[in-house]
T-cell receptor, first 113, second 114 residues
Framework: GESVGLHLPTLSVQEGDNSIINCAYS??????FIWYKQESGKGPQFIID?????DKRQGQRVTVLLNKTVKHLSLQIAATQPGDSAVYFCAENPPAGRRALTFGSGTRLQVQP | GAGVSQSPRYKVAKRGQDVALRCDPISGHVSLFWYQQALGQGPEFLTY????????KSGLPSDRFFAERPEGSVSTLKIQRTQQEDSAVYLCASSLRGLNTEAFFGQGTRLTVV
């Protein structure tokens, strides 16, 4: 299948380590954010979301942190596994104007066994 | 099926040819989105439907691009007189209610214009 993210920043981690992927979003009025995982040849897969009235949300092995002051979003993956290797995108939903998510440029996560 | 289905999976078109890309959203999902993803980039918004109404087409790059969803379920993205710069993966997503709800993506159609 086609490759996603040939020229994206890459984060390499060892299996079992924790991973932190960062994202700066553009619109201070955005009220909803999602992290997506995209494996080569596949569409983006929902991981976790967070609304602007929260600063932290936890899922299974994943945590999203939102810092509205500096317009920063992060995704933390605990005990990273080889199956976590993919390109990760953050997406924001501005409250007005364009009626769809705006995606960031993505980060490639490589997990070394 | 349980997910968003797109067809064809791959499409090779000669420059100048018209193409039609199909999206079958998850049954009952009100909102449908089309995105274009160039190699190494994040998905870029093209257009948005709520049921059969096309509420936003501001992302369509030119008047050669046209999308429809006549019965509020299946959608077709049509590209007329394809150009090499149209080569990309075209992703479709649907969500149950609309904005601020989880959107599910299909696997995309890889369009190559030669």
């Amino acid at each position: 299948g086609e490759s996603v993210g040939l020229h994206l920043p890459t984060l390499s981690v060892q299996e079992g380590d924790n991973s932190i992927i960062n994202c700066a979003y553009s619109n201070s009025a955005s009220d909803y954010f999602i992290w997506y995982k995209q494996e080569s040849g596949k569409g983006p897969q929902f991981i976790i979301d967070i609304r602007s009235n929260m600063d932290k949300r936890q899922g299974q092995r994943v945590t999203v942190l939102l810092n509205k002051t500096v317009k920063h979003l992060s995704l933390q993956i605990a005990a990273t596994q080889p199956g976590d290797s993919a390109v990760y995108f953050c997406a924001e939903n501005p409250p007005a104007g364009r009626r769809a998510l705006t995606f960031g440029s993505g980060t490639r996560l490589q997990v070394q066994p | 099926g349980a997910g968003v289905s797109q067809s064809p999976r791959y499409k090779v078109a000669k420059r100048g040819q018209d193409v039609a890309l199909r999206c079958d959203p998850i049954s009952g999902h009100v909102s449908l989105f089309w995105y274009q993803q160039a190699l190494g980039q994040g998905p870029e918004f093209l257009t948005y439907f709520q049921n059969e109404a096309q509420l936003d087409k501001s992302g369509l790059p030119s008047d050669r691009f046209f999308a429809e969803r006549p019965e509020g379920s299946v959608s077709t993205l049509k590209i007329q007189r394809t150009q090499q710069e149209d080569s990309a993966v075209y992703l479709c997503a649907s969500s149950l209610r609309g904005l601020n709800t989880e959107a599910f993506f299909g696997q995309g159609t890889r369009l190559t214009v030669v």
